[in-house]
């Protein structure tokens, strides 16, 4: 089957082609680290490997502490594993059953376009781009400053 | 990570636990108050006080201020660690000991890919215990003539 991981956090709806979803995870403690890349904050660990976290929200709402966090859908990226956090109500989604846009042109580089199901958009994650730019050092930049708060306030403006 | 005596220390440090080889360690010392010196000090170099050991001022250094990370464990209440160091004894301040570990309960956590291009992982290494991350704590990286340099 062709379809996404369709997953939220407190500030965004993303969506994971289902080929590069591993596993999803529940109840997962999450760990701090020194020295971890921008925009990683936490870790977990899957076996004996450490599970990079992203969208873990803490850099944008702090009030959104990994105690509260119990979902994280375990995805291959170039880089290994990447833990995306989400909230529990994570569902899979045949890619026919909802409507999908590719933009022309990219608003940002780790967005390849947008996955629309039952009302909600999803923003498609490229998650070999996301993990180069974390890799480069423009992690915080792609996931919180450029991209998360940018999609609160097209989501405050359009009142949702 | 090798230890003679069979068992590591683990410590904690800003909400992060740290793994040190118990062959490292002269002596713990808690209730601090008395024994620092904070005019002493060399930021530079990470060391925060001097502190009275055995009646002789060893420096005391803070390994948050190299790492980046923020304690909210004022230094009168932390717990210093005296270690022997190739220049003599010295300390390093930590928040709280969480206790000893048998070395063999530990494995050897695999690193991501991510990270191995972080200078810091560069030379970190991370072990488990019971599923628990403990980074394990390069004395000579914060201080001594083999310290890194920033």
Redo the contacts between chains.
């Keep these: 089957m062709t379809g996404f991981g369709l997953f939220r956090t407190n500030s965004l709806d993303y969506a994971i082609p289902l080929a590069r979803i591993c596993r999803i995870v529940q109840e997962k403690k999450v760990?701090?680290?020194?020295?971890?890349?921008a925009g990683?904050d936490f870790?977990l660990?899957y076996n004996?490997?450490?599970?990079?976290v992203l969208l873990s929200g803490s850099t944008v709402d702090t009030s959104w502490s990994a105690d509260i966090s119990p979902c994280y859908a375990l995805v291959d990226s170039e880089?290994?594993?990447?833990a995306f956090a989400t909230e529990p109500n994570s569902r899979i989604v045949a890619e026919h059953r909802g409507k999908l846009s590719v933009p022309s042109t990219k608003e940002q580089i780790w967005q390849t376009g947008t996955f629309s199901y039952q009302g909600r958009d999803y923003e498609i994650l490229d998650v070999d781009v996301l993990?180069t730019e974390?890799?480069r050092g423009n992690g915080l930049n792609c996931l919180t400053l450029s991209g998360m708060r940018r999609l609160n306030e097209e989501e405050t403006a359009a009142g949702r | 990570m090798a230890s003679t005596t069979g068992k590591v220390l683990v410590f904690s440090l800003?909400?992060?636990?740290f793994v040190l080889d118990l062959d490292h360690v002269v002596e713990v010392l808690e209730q601090l108050e008395p024994r620092l010196d904070p005019s002493r000090s060399d930021l530079r170099q990470g060391i925060v006080a001097a502190l009275d050991f055995r009646h002789t001022a060893i420096p005391a250094v803070d390994p948050t201020l190299k790492?980046?990370?923020v304690s909210a464990t004022r230094y009168a209440e932390k717990v210093a660690l005296v270690l022997r160091g190739s220049e003599g004894n010295w300390a390093v301040l930590i928040d709280q000991i969480e206790g000893l570990v048998p070395a063999a309960a530990m494995?050897?956590?695999?690193?991501?890919?991510?990270?191995k291009?972080?200078?810091?992982?560069s030379e970190?290494q991370?072990m488990?215990a019971d599923?628990?991350?403990l980074?394990v704590f390069e004395p000579e990286r914060f201080y001594g003539i083999n310290q890194d340099v920033a």
Excluded at chain 1, 48 to 52: E, M
């Design positions: 760990y701090q680290l020194p020295g971890l890349p990683i870790v660990v004996t490997v450490l599970v990079p880089y290994g594993l990447l993990a974390i890799a | 800003a909400e992060i636990r790492l980046g990370l494995v050897r956590a695999t690193l991501p890919a991510l990270f291009v972080t200078p810091e992982y970190t991370v488990l599923g628990v991350p980074v």
